[in-house]
């Protein structure tokens, strides 16, 4: 008889397998599932060598899977400042003090997360109210958004930003006194990449740490795998050092068209392709983001600028470079935002359908936000598969105000989420962190009990399911994970509370209690 290495019994296991939704325990040996069941069933597997874990009715689900993360701005971002809570200046300027207190002199200091909305009065702040705590360090603060922020003085110096280079510029993205002409410290649009061509970028060791630490946060949110988004070659370069690190991180990496053209599209693929380490998925940019207005649009934005947005590709070159990754063996992953981008990738997949070697080539549409009735007719007989951020859904009507900006009858078709699964559309769920929040029960949350348009809610076992089962079909990983089954690798997440037993607005607190990876306890918060 074969034993097991590890059983976990007693316990509440959501299998997210449609032949079996439920189990007590589950045994596991050479890192695979061999038996679910009960916990009759799974006593039989034990003997004095097996590891035993007493679940004490605690919830089991499979791995979770982050299908859209950037794991290198992640780890950069854990030391930055959090200024969610922040309700006026002085707490921003009190959060600021602390940092202050810990920091070298010449260091840049950077946070994200205040919302002026949330101050008093709505007060404004500006660079001076910076300036009389971090005289000395060059301090960027972004506001909730991540599409304005504030620096201080010595930061514009270093930007090489006065009074003069402000009325040079054509557009207003570099706020001023009305009064001096002098810069307030606000900047936002296009003079945000300013901030990016001055602040140094880290070596790849210090690199390689941040990254390290932001994978171990990463295992103990319960994520057994993640689709990383990479950015750079660099970072591609960073994940071959963490995997020869070990860290346990399953990782299926997505590099852009371009970087993978130019570096990597002669790299072979053999000795990368693993259980744990996959160059997967090349992205390709059609279009921009809702939130800077370069999303591409049929119709205007609503702020009388006739502006409909950016298509980065014509049909032809879009058409040329997917049907070149496709015959290199990758998938095609397009970033598609607006309707008049997600068209245009509909086009070119309807085009490649026609041959029949391409007919079950699983494509990606990535961030496709804005799609209507028609769009949704057209996708649904092409196993397009759905990637979707849940908290940049609540970001977009939140703090983008959607509905203002597209106006109402648009926005209603803004991450249509019930109708696309209604229509047998595969979704795939991600958090689109340091973005937004990396919780994956947080994102969960906001599709479940989703407070814009909520006819478009979905329920919670579809979202997990976008987390699991779905995440590991989207990559055709569906046969060894995504759900709980005998063969399956022991990819488990167990947790402090049946998410199904609670109220859908308190889905975001439950708790992470353990993270196994390959029948290997990677973390254990009782531990």
Not at 158 to 175: A, C, D, H, P
Not at 180 to 208: F, H, N, R, V, Y
Not at 375 to 386: A, E, G, S, V, Y
Request: hydrophobic letters at 40%; glycine letters at 6%.
């Amino acid at each position: 008889m074969m034993y097991a290495d590890l059983a976990l019994i007693n316990g509440n296991i959501i299998t997210m397998d449609s032949k079996k939704l439920r189990a007590q325990a589950i045994a596991i040996k050479n890192q695979r599932i061999i038996k679910v069941g009960t916990n009759n069933q799974i006593s039989q597997l034990i003997n004095d060598s097996t590891k035993i874990i007493q679940l004490e009715g605690r919830t089991v689900i499979p791995g979770l899977i982050d299908t859209h993360i950037h794991v290198a701005a992640f780890g950069r971002h854990l030391d930055w400042l959090d200024l969610t809570d922040c309700k006026s200046i002085k707490d921003m300027q009190t959060i600021l003090k602390n940092k202050i207190s810990q920091t070298i002199p010449n260091k840049w200091i950077l946070g994200r997360g205040w919302n002026e909305k949330n101050f008093q009065k709505n007060q404004f702040p500006n660079r001076y109210d910076l300036d009389t705590i971090a005289p000395n360090n060059p301090v960027v603060l972004y506001n909730q958004s991540g599409n304005l922020c504030l620096v201080n003085t010595e930061a514009l110096c270093l930007m090489n930003i006065n009074s003069q280079k402000v009325k040079l510029l054509k557009e207003n993205t570099i706020k001023r006194d009305l009064i001096t002409g002098d810069p307030t410290g606000i900047l936002e649009g296009k003079a945000l990449d300013l901030i990016w061509d001055s602040i140094p970028e880290p070596d790849q060791k210090d690199l390689l740490e941040l990254t390290h630490c932001a994978c171990l946060k990463i295992l103990k949110a319960g994520i057994t795998s993640i689709h990383w988004m990479v950015l750079s070659y660099l970072e591609f370069s960073i994940i071959k050092k963490l995997k020869e690190k070990g860290i346990p991180l399953r990782i299926y990496a997505i590099i852009p068209f371009e970087i993978w053209k130019k570096e990597i599209k002669q790299t072979p693929s053999h000795g990368l392709k693993n259980n744990t380490f996959k160059i997967g998925g090349i992205e390709i940019a059609i279009d921009g983001y809702l939130a800077n207005k370069t999303a591409a649009l049929f119709k205007p934005y609503n702020d009388g600028s006739y502006s409909t947005g950016n298509l980065f590709q014509s049909s032809q070159s879009l058409y040329a470079s997917v049907s070149d990754i496709i015959q290199s063996g990758f998938q095609p992953v397009l970033h598609a935002m607006g309707d008049k981008a997600v068209e245009l990738a509909l086009e070119a997949i309807e085009k490649l359908m026609k041959k029949t070697e391409h007919q079950n080539t699983r494509i990606r549409l990535e961030q496709a936000a804005l799609i209507n009735k028609n769009l949704i007719d057209r996708t649904k007989n092409k196993k397009i598969i759905i990637s979707v951020q849940p908290c940049v859904i609540n970001s977009e009507f939140k703090t983008w105000n959607a509905i203002d900006n597209l106006g109402s009858n648009r926005a209603r078709w803004l991450f249509p989420l019930r109708t696309l699964i209604n229509k047998k559309i595969l979704l795939i769920g991600g958090s689109d962190c340091p973005m937004e929040p990396l919780n994956p029960f947080q994102g969960i949350q906001k599709i479940v009990d989703r407070k814009f348009f909520p006819e478009e809610s979905i329920t919670l076992t579809e979202a997990i399911a976008m987390y699991t089962i779905n995440a590991a079909y989207s990559t055709n990983e569906e046969k060894y994970k995504g759900s709980i089954e005998e063969g399956k690798i022991a990819d488990l997440t167990i947790l402090s509370i049946d998410p199904t037993v609670i109220p859908s607005n308190n889905i975001k607190n439950v708790e992470v209690e353990t993270t196994i990876v390959g029948g290997e306890i990677i973390y254990n918060k009782r531990v």
